[in-house]
């Protein structure tokens, strides 16, 4: 389980690449509340996590 899940994490990172979409994310949510910034990348995490498994 643990092996699958590391690799699962890896693929992930490969594929969103998070550090590449920064340029991205950081723009469009300029005018948007810091809290609701917040929960915008929380959700996008956790759509992309439930996209994996």
């Known amino acids: 389980m643990e092996h699958s899940f590391l690799s699962a994490f890896i ?4 594929v969103l690449d998070p550090l ?5 994310f950081i ?3 300029h005018d948007v509340a810091p809290a609701r910034r917040t929960r915008v990348a929380v959700r996008e995490v956790l759509i992309a996590f439930g996209v994996l498994f």
């Not at 693929?11 to 490969?14: G, Q, S």
């Open 20 to 24: 590449g979409s920064l340029p991205v």
């Open 11 to 14: 693929l992930l990172l490969l």
């Open 27 to 29: 723009p469009l949510m």
